[in-house]
């Protein structure tokens, strides 16, 4: 049967379905620069174990968007 929808929709039915390479795959054509796209293929990168390429994936989209893996985006908290 013929996949229906965007390739975004279509990469987040193979992430839910558990077809992890499918993700990569589908989201291939996609803008690698898309937040949505990084983070969907970094979760199939999760999923499958692989924490160093998800981690690889996410961080230059966090850069861009100021995210850093601090707490308190990156602020330390002090505690009287």
Same mark, same amino acid.
């Given at each position: 049967?013929?996949?229906?929808? %965007?390739?975004?929709?279509?990469?987040?039915?193979?992430?839910?379905?558990?077809?992890?390479?499918?993700?990569? %795959?589908? %989201?291939?054509?996609?803008?690698?620069?898309?937040?949505?796209?990084?983070?969907?293929?970094?979760?199939?990168?999760?999923?499958?174990?692989?924490?160093?390429?998800?981690?690889?994936?996410?961080?230059?989209?966090?850069?861009?968007?100021?995210?850093?893996?601090?707490?308190?985006?990156?602020?330390?908290?002090?505690?009287?």
């Amino acid at each position: 049967t013929p996949r229906r929808g %965007t390739p975004i929709q279509q990469a987040e039915r193979a992430l839910l379905e558990g077809k992890f390479e499918e993700v990569t %795959t589908l %989201t291939a054509g996609l803008d690698q620069g898309d937040p949505d796209v990084v983070a969907l293929r970094a979760r199939a990168d999760i999923e499958r174990g692989q924490y160093a390429a998800a981690e690889a994936l996410l961080a230059p989209v966090a850069a861009r968007q100021g995210v850093s893996g601090e707490p308190s985006g990156g602020r330390r908290e002090s505690r009287a």
